[in-house]
């Protein structure tokens, strides 16, 4: 299991570096709102699944999916409270850098804790 995760760094690393030079050298075919981040959290959700079924013996998908639902939730009433509408491409892009960061975080943490067993 521990070269599985190697392999996941060295894909993200990889998937990082490709998305970075595709949307620099093609522009017009990457949006500008888009970051390389915004595309590789599918693949973070993947690790997340990969790495809880070994440490947790359970898959973390279903709290995700969860989280995700009241996330739009929480953040549609709180535009349509604040601002007095929803505007979808604002709505959207904030809903999915904030999940994003969830993921990262998830991931990190799940990596901290592979990586604590694997040394003790």
């Known amino acids: 299991m521990k ?3 190697l392999v996941q760094l060295a894909v993200i690393g990889i998937l990082w ?3 970075s030079f595709w949307k620099r050298k093609f522009p017009r075919f990457f949006p500008k709102k888009l970051y390389p981040v915004d595309l590789i959290i599918f693949y973070l959700i ?3 699944h990969r790495l809880s079924m070994v440490i947790l013996k359970t898959s973390l998908l279903p709290e995700i999916s969860l989280f995700a639902a009241l996330l739009g939730i929480g953040l549609t009433l709180f535009l349509a409270v604040t601002r007095g509408e ?3 491409s604002l709505f ?3 809903f999915w850098r904030i999940f994003g960061i969830l993921v990262i975080i998830s991931y990190l943490t799940l990596l ?3 990586g604590l067993k694997f040394v003790s």
């Open 3 to 5: 070269y599985e995760v």
């Open 17 to 19: 570096v490709g998305l």
């Open 46 to 48: 993947y690790c997340i």
């Open 86 to 88: 929803i505007v979808y």
């Open 92 to 94: 959207w892009l904030q």
């Open 112 to 114: 901290l804790i592979f």
